[in-house]
């Protein structure tokens, strides 16, 4: 591949239980990008692969380089408001994107599959930003879009980096407010829906309360397991009258579920509701899919009651009116 592509990774914290499952699926990917984590936090993987590179800066480093590269104060008093910084990564880790056409940032609950999926040289002839919303985004390394950030989006309804940088909210301005402004300079991106997310799998946050709350993705009336297998992701779609449909995807995006890991073998294994399996059980999991399917379908959780589902509408609702309320008193 002609062009040059590295994903910027800030990680504060404890990792994840299946971080070396990551590891593992990018190691798969050293002809196509180049990871580097930015952290000061325990690192417990004695290897890494040569795609991966970790980089010693604290949080409160990162917080210096933006007040530097922006000029004024920018907000940071926890790891989870980078989110609203990650447009402005290219000027902030200058140091590291120099040298590369193509710089992005990612989420750490992803398992790679083939990358050239979507990262290949016909893609980045055709776009400037590929991904644009959600867990995995790339954007030409270019002046203009490493400093297409600090532009005011003149759109409403959507944070400026300005409204972002002035509180410790995280007020998603990586995935809104900063996709309003790319949209109002006709930045040429690749579709969410009509692109993107039929080469990435998405799956969508799980709901209700208790274990095993089931996988299901966009614009799918299935019900879903994910497939590991050597560098390659693989959605098993079932569906009702036992039909089964497979699909290759770049990637897989479990969204803020916790992961119970049950496999060893890192090279090939399942992936099913909020569980890590051995591969071996593909036709169990199949089965059992198939004989519980209307139990399955008729929520997202086979232990959520209807109070539960009503609680976390109530509260998915305080969360956009508070929203609302800042934007209107200017917070």
Request: proline share 4%.
């Amino acid at each position: 591949m002609k062009n040059k592509v590295c994903y910027i990774f800030p990680y504060y914290g404890k990792f994840p239980n299946y971080f070396d499952l990551w590891l593992e699926s990018v190691r798969h990917n050293a002809h196509i990008a180049d990871f580097y984590i930015i952290t000061d936090s325990d690192f417990p993987f004695s290897t890494i692969p040569s795609n991966v590179f970790l980089v010693n800066i604290s949080l409160n480093e990162i917080k210096e380089r933006l007040d530097k590269v922006t000029g004024v104060n920018c907000c940071l008093k926890s790891p989870y408001k980078l989110c609203d910084y990650r447009p402005a990564y290219g000027a902030v880790f200058n140091d590291i994107v120099r040298g590369y056409d193509f710089w992005g940032w990612c989420d750490p609950d992803i398992i790679w599959g083939d990358l050239s999926l979507f990262i290949n040289d016909d893609t980045m002839s055709k776009f400037d930003v590929i991904g644009g919303r959600g867990p995995c985004t790339l954007q030409r390394n270019t002046p203009y879009f490493v400093n297409l950030f600090k532009k005011k989006n003149r759109t409403v309804n959507a944070f400026t980096f300005d409204e972002a940088r002035s509180t410790n909210l995280n007020l998603i301005y990586d995935e809104w407010g900063y996709a309003r402004l790319r949209k109002e300079e006709g930045v040429k991106e690749t579709d969410m829906y009509n692109w993107f997310l039929k080469r990435a799998l998405d799956i969508l946050p799980p709901k209700g309360f208790g274990p095993h709350r089931v996988m299901k993705i966009r614009f799918s009336e299935g019900l879903h397991f994910v497939e590991y297998s050597d560098g390659k992701i693989f959605d098993v779609e079932i569906l009702r009258d036992d039909i089964v449909n497979k699909k290759e995807y770049a990637y897989v995006h479990l969204q803020k579920r916790k992961m119970d890991r049950l496999c060893r073998d890192k090279k090939h294994f399942l992936i099913y509701n909020e569980t890590f399996l051995p591969h071996f059980m593909y036709e169990e999991v199949i089965c059992n899919i198939q004989q519980h399917f209307d139990c399955f379908n008729e929520g997202s959780s086979v232990r959520a009651s209807g109070w539960g589902k009503m609680w976390q509408l109530l509260q998915h609702g305080k969360k956009t009116i508070f929203k609302r309320l800042l934007r209107k008193i200017g917070l």
